[in-house]
């Protein structure tokens, strides 16, 4: 086993940056660092969903990166209570990346949140239109996958402001009349 180690490094010695919060935090952190790094390279390139991989402090990550999930990830974390001081530092270097990338390529920006959002609308519809013919116990399972979609529908709406589609809120209300969340 201390070939595979010389070979690719053990990840028990790798170096993080020094954080002041939880492993998940830190983690989480790393993984947005990384996204922001590459945020201009992504926006300049066709692809929607970037697929990175992120050494952390628990272990190997390999999120899809998207603006909306960049975003998201933000927000979740500048609402976290439990974020240290050095970290909350690395936030905001994380957020001026992304304010500095959307002023830089907002043609881009757009474009990207735009394909983003008709992405994650087709996946909510596509689960709306299957919810008929699934039993209860596997519409709830599947809710509570699906729901994320709908959530990223929000947050990218919000991201595009005014330039969202005009009525896309109420086209969404139309579709999902009668829809009822679950029971856990």
Excluded: H
């Amino acid at each position: 086993m201390d070939w595979l180690k010389n070979l690719f490094g053990d990840p028990s010695q790798a170096s993080f940056p020094k954080s002041d919060s939880s492993a998940e935090i830190a983690s989480e952190l790393i993984v947005m660092e990384q996204m922001a790094s590459e945020l201009d390279d992504y926006l300049l390139a066709d692809q929607l969903f970037r697929q990175i991989v992120v050494d952390t402090p628990l272990g190997a990550q390999r999120p899809k990166m998207t603006l909306g999930g960049l975003y998201q990830r933000i927000e979740e974390l500048e609402s976290a209570a439990d974020i240290g001081r050095n970290d909350r530092t690395r936030l905001r270097a994380v957020r001026d990346a992304w304010d500095m990338a959307r002023n830089r390529f907002p043609d881009q920006f757009q474009e990207k949140l735009n394909r983003e959002l008709v992405s994650y609308l087709n996946n909510w519809k596509y689960f709306l239109d299957q919810r008929g013919g699934q039993n209860p116990q596997r519409w709830r399972e599947d809710y509570k996958v699906e729901i994320r979609n709908r959530r990223r529908v929000e947050l990218i709406i919000r991201l595009l402001g005014p330039d969202a589609p005009a009525g896309l809120s109420d086209d969404l209300a139309d579709m999902e009349k009668g829809l009822e969340a679950p029971d856990s």
